[in-house]
Every structure is written in C-alpha cells, then in structure tokens.
C-alpha cells in the first residue's frame, strides 16, 4: 500500500477537512500519515486523528519574512488580478481616508493615512520592494534565507511518500516549504485550494506545486492566468464543505431553525456597514405589500470581522423583526466578539444547508455564503456598493464574482436605493429550477454524482501513479 503525508497548516481546514468525510476514500486506500502545525488552536483534536503522526512547529521570525515576500510579489504582479491592489490597499489601511465627511476631513483623513502606510510594513515598503527596479534584487534578497523547514525534512528523508497533499489558501510559508522539499526529494505534490477567491486575492505563487486541486473551471482559468501553471497541473474537484447543498434540495429541505419565515443577512469579514445595511432591510420588510407580516431578518456576521470604521455589534434591542443568527449567539456567549477573529471557532457546517434552504431570500455584502445560498436555490442579493465608509467594498474589488449575475435568482444591488425594488423582485421570484442553476454554478464549482471523498482519491490515484 502506498503512503502518503496529509499536512493541516490551519484550524478551518482541520474543519474542512478532518471533521467532514473528505479523506474518507483516501484513508481505506493509503497508508497515510498526518501532521499539523503545533500552534493550531485545535492541535488537541488533531491529536487524536487515527493517522496522526506528529506537529511541525514554524519559525514564526521565517513566517514574518514570507508573508512580506507573498505581499512584495503580490504587488509586483498586481496587474493580473484586480484584488491584488485591493488587498494591498486594505493591508495599508486605505479605510482610514474619508471621503464622506467634507474636504476638510478628507484631507486630513488622507495624510494621517499616508503617515501610517509609511511605518506600516504592509504600506508603501511593499510597494518601493514590488517596483520594477527594485524587486528583481529585493525578491531575491528575501527569498534568499528562507530555509525551509527541517521538522518535515528529517520526516521526508525518513519515510518513502509516494505523495504530500496539503490544504491550502496559496499565502501560507508551509506550503512553499513542503514543495520545495518534496521536489527535492522528488515526491509529487497535491495542494488543494480551499476557498473561492485564494487564487485572485493573496499572491502568486513562489514555488508552484505539481499537482492543484481546485473549485471550477473558473479557479482553473484564474491558476493558468495568474499563476502560470499548465492545463494538465490543474484538476476540478470541488470542495468538501459544499457537498451537502446538493443534498438538501427541495424534497430533502430539513426543518427550519426558525419557527417563521425570514430573509438571512449574511455577513461579511471584510469591512462593511452591516448595522446600516440591516436596518435598511428591515425598513423595506415593514413598507413593501410584497413582505408577509410574520416576515423577518436573521442576522448571521461572519465569524471572523475584521475591523470596521462602523459599529460592527449588533444589538437586537434597536430592532423589532431582526434576531441574531443562533449558530453565532452561541459563539458570541462562549466568548467570541464581534471584528475579532478566534481560530478555535469553527462552526458546525451541518448547520449550513437548512439555515440556507429555509431562507426565504438572502441579502449580504460580498461573501462566499451567497454563493452556497445560490448553490441551494436561494434567490440572493449581494450588496456591492459604496457602504459610504469602507472604500473596497465594490465588486470591481471581487473579481471572483464576475459572471455571477448569470446565475438564476442572483443578483447584485449597487445603489442603496435599488434594494427595495430588488427585495421585492426575489420574494416574488418564481421557484428556481436546479438543472437551469447547476449549469451556471457548474462553472465556478465542479459538482458530479461521485462525492468529493471519490474525486479526491480518483485524483491522488493519478498523482501517486505518475
């Protein structure tokens, strides 16, 4: 029997990965063996894994070096994704400019800002070091004493692997260490993408792997645009959280966490005036005819804010038909906050599909769930416009949501104004039909009658045979 090193480099793949079946096939058919970083919040539970073997533990000194060579090459190659320039804008706080409150404070907004990008290490050194002049030396220069990590080299050099898969999100030092140790010693190597936009709004890649798992056709376009690998490196295989969505379809919808009819606000963890944007929501629900009485709002933030230059608590008090999502009240009361982010905090995805199913509509700023809402026939409406606020949160911003206006009961609202025309036009939507919806998903994720634990052995098995 083959054996194979699975590498968990982060508390949401241990998630993603661990806790779903998604290694199922491929732990009957290989002798695997499975390690993790030691400093993951759920380093416990990982312990425990049948396949368990050990933790690398990172030097967190290397880590600082790699995360300013991802940022500097990110820069550098900012013309091939839209979200490079806003990810450095974001990372330099951009948000603090103002431009809402009069010249006066613009201006002022606009130099204290200047003044942070100077000191900040994600600012403006980023951009003297991706300059066309200087990064040729620069990349070189920080590339050059990045010594990969000798925990899994002495590993490598023990066992015989006939492959390394690792989860990743393409911005993360260990991958570029299992790489370049593997071509080393000549073992091929699987990356799996995990989310929808890590191939548009991290980096490029510094050493690419031999072998990409990835969403769809289109993470497959981005990788060979952007990323320079060959057609034949790069495989679609889906993602494990999704596989459920295609299994709460009508005739298996579930019972509702909620004992009335209501449209899910679903939040965002990039910055976005939510607050604002419920109660705007919640104003329409009371003046459209379209809206039943008992019809109300769940609010659902996303797990894991970042900081927002508007009140990102929510407080049920100040409204009279929006509640607090449950799943994340139960987070909030074991200790977790609002624009904070806590790794051991991995919601329970089971929960997912009926929260998403029993939606009558849902509405949020630009975020992943509102494609899982389409993927489970749900009419949705992504905020993309200027929040008045946070200056990224259009979807020029966003490239992966290009093309998403094509799928059945998508759509994007850009103007505040258009919001109450919208709500009513996806309350009155007709019944969305799957055959119509999976032929447009189909395009950002790959989905088949085999589940996700088959395709990931299926693709393995190509990797392992050569």
């Not at 993360?172 to 080393?184: F, G, H, K, T, W």
């Amino acid at each position: 029997m083959a054996k194979i090193l699975i590498v968990i480099s982060s508390d949401i793949y241990v998630r993603n990965y661990l806790r779903t079946d998604a290694l199922k096939e491929v732990l009957g058919a290989y002798e695997c063996d499975l390690i993790a970083d030691q400093e993951l919040a759920l380093a416990e539970e990982v312990s425990q894994h049948p396949n368990f073997r050990g933790f690398y533990l990172q030097n967190r000194k290397i880590d600082k070096r790699h995360e300013l060579l991802f940022n500097v090459m990110m820069w550098r190659y900012r013309k091939k994704s839209p979200t490079f320039r806003f990810r450095w804008l974001r990372n330099s706080q951009w948000h603090l400019v103002r431009r809402n409150k009069g010249l006066a404070v613009f201006v002022l907004s606009a130099i204290r800002w200047f003044f942070s990008a100077m000191v900040n290490p994600k600012g403006f050194r980023v951009v003297i070091l991706g300059s066309k002049l200087i990064f040729p030396v620069a990349g070189w220069l920080l590339g050059k004493e990045l010594e990969p990590n000798q925990m899994v080299f002495r590993l490598l050099q023990k066992e015989k692997y006939r492959a390394i898969i690792f989860p990743s999100a393409a911005f993360d030092s260990i991958s570029v260490d299992l790489i370049e140790l593997a071509q080393s010693e000549s073992i091929p190597t699987l990356c799996l993408i995990d989310n929808w936009d890590n191939l548009t709004s991290k980096t490029v890649f510094r050493r690419r792997p031999d072998h990409l798992g990835v969403w769809g056709t289109q993470a497959k376009e981005q990788a060979i645009a952007i990323h320079g690998f060959r057609d034949e490196q790069v495989h679609l295989i889906g993602t494990p959280r999704f596989d459920a969505y295609f299994e709460y379809r009508d005739e298996k919808l579930g019972a509702s966490p909620y004992g009335f009819p209501y449209i899910l606000f679903t939040g965002s963890a990039m910055p976005f005036d939510e607050i604002g944007a419920l109660r705007k929501v919640e104003s329409v629900i009371y003046k459209s005819p379209f809206c039943p009485n008992d019809l109300a709002v769940i609010y659902r933030p996303h797990p894991w804010q970042q900081k927002r230059n508007t009140a990102a608590e929510f407080v049920e008090s100040d409204f009279s038909r929006t509640f607090l999502d449950l799943q994340i009240a139960e987070g909030y009361r074991s200790g977790v906050k609002p624009e904070t982010t806590v790794p051991s905090f991995q919601p329970d995805l089971n929960y997912y599909p009926t929260l998403l199913r029993n939606a009558a509509l849902v509405v949020g700023p630009l975020t992943t769930m509102l494609f899982e809402a389409s993927l489970c026939l749900r009419p949705v409406i992504a905020l993309s416009y200027f929040d008045g606020h946070h200056q990224n949160t259009t979807k020029r911003y966003f490239s992966h949501f290009q093309g998403m206006q094509e799928v059945p009961g998508f759509s994007f609202c850009e103007s505040p104004g258009e919001l109450a025309s919208l709500i009513e036009s996806a309350l009155s939507l007709a019944k969305i039909d799957r055959k119509d919806s999976d032929k447009k998903t189909e395009y950002f994720l790959h989905h088949s009658s085999d589940s996700y634990p088959d395709r990931l052995k299926a693709l393995i098995d190509y990797v392992v045979e050569g």
